[in-house]
């Protein structure tokens, strides 16, 4: 077991290729519960900044700046009473969120955070996240057949239907971003989430950049079409909660209920990170041509560290602006313990990236270029984040018919157009 | 039963059918659900998701509140009123108070009446912003609403201030009104309208061009004017339907007759002319405030009424141009200080008698947006 463990050390490939089992393992133990952290401060960001959009506080009780009430939630859903409705197929009604969950996390298998940070590389990778992660529709269609109730029903349907006709406008915008990785020498193209990456990196351009504006067009595609595949605000018509209650989940609490939370928020996160490996160079840091040489990458080594010390110093600002009471003096030293932690963090990625260089040491320099990777990876997910609840701060929701019409006259047409465009230009220009 | 009705409560009362065996499907909407403003049930029959046909069941927030008024004397009624459309009590309170000056002869001095004005139209704009951000809710915007409630506060101080109350606001008694207004009244209603201008603007940044928000509300719940006349319906709805009815310069009362105002009119009579109409409806009230909070005489606010009022055998209806419409009292009298009977004509109640003809054919997803834009109150509905 420790030689399987040491083998990997220095390895330049994922898990999976180098077929390393025990690191596969650590892996996925490592993103599962990176991800679940990721839904948990979701949570906690989409109801604060949701809040703020909308001129008011957001939660303020349960820790300082309900910095815990993401965990107060959990533990007052897990404690809930499981009800399951006498009339429902009480099987398929327990299945259907597990369903919706392992499509959500089985995706997560191929995402790139990182040259060798990812759980193992497909050589279909893309088509592999593409085809579990619509399977979640299955679980939201079985929960609102299950439910044995009029308006999941309905949410089941018009899920179903919404999920079925984005895939189509999205499945075409990512072909022609594949259609990109073909403009090398040899004129090979790739599905492997890595090597799409890769191709971003000797084409010295991102897609979203490339043949502009054609790469353009296909992320927006992309972009608007991932928030209807995630039920998300404008398009979250499935849960409807103005028309149809709750849509599909109409009938689910407790502990189910948050597993379908779970899901959406684990869907949002990884087509995001489609879009980011795709579009927006995935691991690779900002402008690598435009500002280029080693002192811009000391300089973009050092962004993880400032981030951390950049929130820790509004933790600190919290911490100040703290009442001075009594009754406010575990809060406040709370959110100062919390400025520690996260200063300390941001003191250490600091000091790898400073250390990283300067002591030539083959393991410090690992370390600090796939520390890079993943956050310039997990940021650009970030943005994405940030969009979806900026979205839903923002628009009406569209009407079914309405989406459809978008979906199929709209988008469908120009990612089509986009698609032969590229292909054409592409033949020019190689 | 009526053949234009596909609904008649003998097909629901038989249980033979779920949906597993029909194409139609009949769906409760309400008395619980988000979207149906308090307690209505709407019954709806679909077909996939286009509406067959509707019908309102209403009742669950009857409170009895016309026959109430039989064994009360005309004072103690006065605020029962203010519980049936409780967003627009100030409203509620002017149209009873003046049917019943009407019944004994008398009139409200000028300097009451431009109070009465001042609150009224205010009231106006607090209602018109409840509808505005519910409204907005309802289509899945879900900011309008905070902004509006965060501005609408800023009249319900004003109220507080006036009055004590803030919501079921009993501002106006029978011949006048009680209070006297507070020192910093009229600084206050101007900051108001200073505070307010912008904010309009505001919520039009949000709404008014937004693509989805178009899409969602023109063509949706067309009602033409005739039929809006034919179904008896008032207010917003029936203006943006083109109908230039307004009964504050139809038949002014208070002293209406002394401002400046426009009634805005739509064309299409579907749901966004009546967004329009009713955000042009505020910024109107908004100017009636300002002329009136500077042209507010000196003067008594209470004109003489009997301790004990006792009206001439007789029968009297006044109405009035209430946020949501027409608000009718009709009042008899047996000559006690007891009324004989009183009968509210409520504007939503009415109104909601449009919501078959305007959603019939349309989406599950417009019922929705049409209840938000019908604007009813189902304390008013049911009284």
């Known amino acids: 077991m420790l030689t399987a463990f040491m083998s990997y050390l220095g390895s330049e490939v994922s898990p999976g290729v180098a077929g390393n089992q025990l690191w596969a393992l650590i892996y996925i133990l490592i993103i599962f519960g990176g991800v679940s952290v990721a839904v948990i401060a979701m949570n906690w960001l989409e109801r604060k900044a949701l809040a703020h959009f909308q001129v008011r506080l957001g939660p303020m009780r349960v820790g300082p700046h309900g910095l815990l009430q993401p965990i107060a939630d959990a533990v007052k859903l897990l404690i809930k009473e499981d009800i399951i409705p006498t009339e429902a197929d009480k099987v398929v009604f327990w299945i259907a969120p597990v369903i919706g969950l392992l499509a959500a996390f089985t995706v997560y298998t191929v995402v790139p955070f990182g040259p060798s940070q990812a759980v193992s590389d497909m050589n279909i990778g893309i088509l592999f996240m593409l085809g579990v992660s619509s399977l979640g529709v299955l679980g939201i269609v079985t929960a609102g057949w299950a439910s044995n109730s009029h308006y999941p029903l309905i949410g089941a349907l018009r899920s179903s239907a919404q999920m079925v006709s984005y895939e189509v406008a999205m499945g075409l915008a990512v072909v022609s971003a594949i259609l990109m990785t073909s403009m090398n020498k040899d004129g090979t193209g790739t599905l492997s989430m890595i090597e799409i990456v890769r191709a971003q990196q000797d084409q010295h351009v991102w897609f979203l950049f490339k043949f502009f504006p054609l790469g353009l067009i296909a992320f927006v595609i992309f972009a608007i079409a991932m928030v209807a595949e995630t039920n998300r605000a404008p398009f979250d018509l499935p849960e409807a909660e103005s028309e149809l209650t709750a849509g599909f989940h109409t009938e689910y609490s407790g502990l189910r209920w948050s597993l379908f939370m779970l899901a959406e928020y684990a869907a949002m996160i990884a087509v995001s990170s489609i879009a980011v490996t795709l579009w927006l160079g995935g691991w690779l840091r900002p402008f690598p041509n435009l500002l280029s040489g080693t002192a811009f990458d000391v300089i973009f080594s050092f962004f993880p560290g400032l981030t ?28 100062g313990a919390f400025a520690g932690v996260l200063g300390l963090i941001g003191l250490l990625l600091l000091v790898i990236a400073i250390a990283a260089p300067i002591s030539h040491n083959g393991f410090l320099l690992r370390a600090a270029t796939a520390l890079n990777n993943v956050y310039w990876f997990v940021v650009k997910i970030a943005v994405f984040m940030y969009l979806f609840i900026w979205y839903r701060a923002t628009w009406p929701r569209y009407r079914f018919d309405q989406l459809m019409a978008v979906g199929w006259k709209v988008m469908l047409p120009i990612s089509l157009g986009v698609l032969i465009v590229t292909a054409i230009v592409g033949v020019i220009v190689s | 039963m009526n053949d234009s009705n596909p609904l008649s409560p003998l097909d629901l009362e038989t249980p033979d059918k779920t949906y597993l065996d029909s194409n139609e499907l009949i769906i409760n909407m309400g008395p619980q659900h ?172 949000l709404l008014t061009t937004n693509r989805i928000w178009l899409e969602r509300t023109r063509n949706v719940g067309v009602i033409s004017g005739p039929d809006a006349i034919a179904l008896g319906v008032t207010g917003p709805v029936l203006r943006a339907s083109g109908v230039k009815w307004d009964i504050r310069k139809a038949q002014p009362y208070a002293n209406y007759a002394d401002f400046n105002f426009e009634i805005p009119i739509g064309k299409n009579g579907d749901t966004y002319d009546r967004y329009l109409v009713r955000m042009e409806e505020m910024r109107q009230s908004a100017r009636i405030i300002e002329q009136a909070v500077n042209g507010i005489p000196e003067g008594p606010i209470m004109a003489k009424v009997p301790k004990v009022i006792k009206p001439a055998v007789g029968e009297i209806y006044h109405s009035i141009e209430a946020p949501k419409g027409e608000l009718g009292y009709f009042i008899v009298s047996d000559g006690s200080t007891q009324p004989y009977r009183v009968r509210v004509r409520p504007p939503s109640f009415v109104n909601l008698q449009a919501l078959d003809v305007m959603v019939r054919g349309m989406l599950v997803a417009d019922v929705v947006a049409v209840i938000g834009t019908l604007d009813i109150v189902l304390g008013e509905v049911d009284r």
């Open chain 1, 308 to 335: 951390f010390l950049g929130l820790a110093a509004i933790a600190v600002l919290g911490t100040m602006r703290m009442p001075k009471h009594n009754y406010f003096r575990i809060q406040t030293l709370g959110l």
């Open chain 2, 34 to 205: 988000p979207a149906t403003h308090g307690v209505l049930r709407v019954i709806l029959k679909l077909d996939g998701e286009k509406v067959l046909g509707t019908e309102c069941v209403i009742g669950y927030l009857h409170r009895g509140v016309e026959k109430i008024a039989e064994n009360r004397t005309y004072t103690m009624f006065n605020p029962y009123v203010d519980r049936m459309d409780y967003v627009a009590a100030v409203s509620n309170g002017l149209g009873y108070c003046q049917a019943v000056e009407k019944l004994l002869n008398v009139e409200a001095p000028p300097r009451a009446n431009y109070i009465r004005v001042i609150l009224t139209e205010l009231n106006r704009i607090a209602s018109h912003q409840l509808w505005l951000g519910t409204h907005a809710l309802d289509i899945g915007a879900m900011t309008p609403l905070f902004y509006t409630f965060r501005d609408r506060e800023e009249i319900l101080k004003i109220f507080e201030k006036y009055c004590g109350a803030r919501l079921t606001t009993h501002a106006f008694r029978i011949g006048g009104c009680l209070y006297e207004t507070y020192a910093g009244f009229e600084k206050d209603v101007k900051n108001f309208l200073a505070f307010f201008a912008p904010k309009i603007g505001e919520y039009e940044e």
